[in-house]
């Protein structure tokens, strides 16, 4: 249905809340859909209860998504039909991957759902808001155009505090036979150097001094400059360091096939470039790296890591881990726990396969019992955790830069960022040191964080 233009000079005051699901992708996206909506008069709230529109920002990576969708939509009816008593009208939008996915089955399940937007297309919500407001009923947005999305979204996004992320790069091309994300997010798309240059200026300029790059192989980033030469990853990464006021970066999600030499290098080089790398190598089989289709052997990542540790000997590395992929053996299993072991990453996701529709690998017959899977997930879980917490009890006597982003749950306690991504805090410092980055001496190593005392 053609949605119409709104007015932004009439529309009253109102309240936006957005649940967001998933990765830091989909929370960069739900802070972009809040600015498109404010200056049609859509503050953002914290509660569903104030909210003219409730928007559900989902994620179909794994397991029940559309389910959980459709339970926390019961929820939001109910709001809807007591707003209908008070005569006030409520917005229901469904966004992210399991709109993409579900399309109009959503309206099926749900008809009280009034717009149901994909990934690439929600920079069109204002104007699907503004045909809802016409009377217009079940709007659906589903296009691929990410050239369109990035042009219209805003570039100025809502100041995100002292570390910020940034999409630079969407979409996949990869086709692992396990994953959605190139049927609900499209092809690979890298956003140009200058708007990407534009708003990390921005974010600094907003107080941030950490950016994160965020991408679905984010690694594989291939933008272009102004004058139309190709940027790969490494360069980008060098054009934004010399941002004064930018002190460090981050990016994630990383592919083990983009991983090339230029970016390795650069984090030898690099100092604003922080010494953590998320990089996925989902099993430790050849065989089940070649039914998943990830384009890599075992060899050759671990061909990486002595890379890496040659431009940076201190780097820490995370990964994905998928047990229970369909035909995994035991040999298969073992051969996972035998890099793990080898490589003792300093921290992991780990996750059970969850088969996709629609994806090749979840229509195969030789899934793996649910009892082998948890099983299997257990004895990583607990490797990977032993060695998350050997790592970090060997920073024990070291001094760190921290940069200090939140409060803790204890009275007078705050929390921060290693270069190493781990969770370090501290308790009563004598002065405010939210938003800067500190010494801290480390004295104790625990499961997922770091205790310490400023120097
Ligand atoms: N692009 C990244 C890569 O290729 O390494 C990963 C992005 S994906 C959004 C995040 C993680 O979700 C994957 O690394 C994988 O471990 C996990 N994942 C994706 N599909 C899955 C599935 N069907 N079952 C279980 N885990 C899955
Ligand atoms: Fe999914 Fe990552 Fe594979 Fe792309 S490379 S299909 S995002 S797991």
Redesign the pocket.
């Known amino acids: 249905m053609q949605a119409n233009k709104i007015d932004t000079a009439t529309t009253p005051d109102k309240k936006i809340f957005v649940k967001t699901y998933g ?1 830091q992708m989909n929370m960069y996206d739900s802070i972009k859909m809040q600015d498109l909506m404010s200056p049609y008069g859509y503050g953002t709230t914290d509660s569903m209860d104030d909210a003219d529109m409730v928007v559900l920002n989902t994620c179909h ?2 397991e029940k998504a559309a389910e959980k969708t459709y339970s926390e939509l019961g929820r939001v009816r109910q709001l809807k039909e007591s707003r209908k008593k008070e005569k006030r009208n409520l917005i229901i939008v469904v966004a992210g991957c399991v709109g993409q996915a579900e399309g109009d089955e959503i309206f099926s399940r749900a008809p009280f759902v009034d717009i149901v937007v994909g990934p690439q297309s929600y920079h069109n919500l204002p104007n699907l808001v503004a045909s809802i407001a016409e009377g217009n009923k079940n709007l659906i947005e589903l296009d691929f155009i990410e050239e369109e999305k990035f042009d219209k979204l805003p570039i100025n996004t809502s100041p995100q505090g002292i570390s910020a992320c940034i999409s630079v790069q969407e979409g ?1 091309d990869k086709f ?1 036979t ?2 959605v ?1 190139p049927y609900t997010r499209g092809a690979e798309f890298s956003r140009p150097l200058e708007h990407v240059y534009r708003e990390v200026l921005n974010a600094t300029s907003q107080g941030a001094i950490e950016i994160t790059l965020l991408g ?2 984010v690694n594989g980033y291939h933008g272009k400059s102004v004058d139309g030469n190709d940027i790969k990853f490494a360069l980008l990464i060098e054009s934004l360091a010399e941002i004064k006021s930018l002190q460090r970066i981050r990016y994630m ?1 990383s ?1 083990p096939i983009d991983m090339d030499d230029d970016l390795i290098k650069l984090h030898g080089t690099e100092q604003k470039l922080m010494p953590f790398l998320h990089l ?1 190598i ?1 099993s430790g089989s050849n065989r089940m790296l070649k039914a998943m289709n990830r384009g890599h052997t075992r060899e050759e990542y671990l061909e990486i890591m002595d890379k890496l540790r040659l431009a940076r000997e201190d780097i820490a590395i995370s990964s ?3 047990v229970g992929f369909p035909g995994e053996t035991d040999e298969d299993f073992a051969d996972t726990m035998n890099i793990v072991q080898h490589l003792k990453f300093a921290q992991c996701y780990s ?4 088969p ?1 529709p629609g994806t090749p690998a979840a229509t195969k017959d030789n899934q793996v019992p649910e009892n082998i899977k948890n099983e299997r997930l257990k004895i990583l879980q607990d490797a990977i955790n032993k060695h998350q917490l050997e790592y970090n009890i060997s920073c024990v006597g070291k001094i760190m830069p921290v940069l200090f982003d939140r409060e803790g749950k204890h009275q007078g306690q705050i929390i921060g960022k290693s270069p190493y991504m781990q969770s370090v805090h501290i308790t009563n410092p004598d002065e405010t040191l939210l938003g800067k980055i500190i010494d801290v001496r480390i004295k104790e190593g625990r499961a997922s964080s770091l205790a310490g005392e400023v120097v």
């Open positions: 990765c990576i794994r996949c692992c396990f994953c994300v679905q192989n999600t592919h996925p989902q994905d881990f998928i996750f059970k396969y969850s996709r």
